[in-house]
């Protein structure tokens, strides 16, 4: 069992950074597919961008240009670099791990309020 923790969140004014982190207490190296999600409130949950072992990114339309996420096997950790950020990037953001291939394995952090104020 493999646990994620995200930490970085905060308030903060439009036009600001934050730097998401989500840590494991294990080996993220045979998740082959990370990424971070998000929920405001009264809307269903949604990905935000997702890395692939070989460092293959996707991100929502929404973020793109803005956002750029990251891992680092070495220190069991991914990340989310947030620019420019917007009164409607308010959500609680998730990090997940999973594997898609046997074993499967899926596993999601707690979450991280992040709030930007206009």
Known sequence: QVQLVESGGGLVQAGGSLRLSCTA??????????????????????????ITTAGTTNYADSVKDRFTISRDNT??????Q?????????????????????????????GTQVTVSS
Do not use: H
Not at 95 to 104: F, I
């Open 25 to 50: 207490s294990g080996s993220i190296f045979n998740f082959n597919f990370m990424g971070w999600y998000r929920q405001a409130p009264g809307k269903q949950r949604e990905v935000v961008a997702t």
């Open 82 to 110: 947030m620019n420019s950020l917007k009164p409607e990037d308010t959500a609680v953001y998730y990090c997940n791990a999973r594997r898609t291939y046997y074993p499967l394995s899926d596993y999601w952090g707690q």
């Open 75 to 80: 220190k069991n950790t991914m990340y989310l």
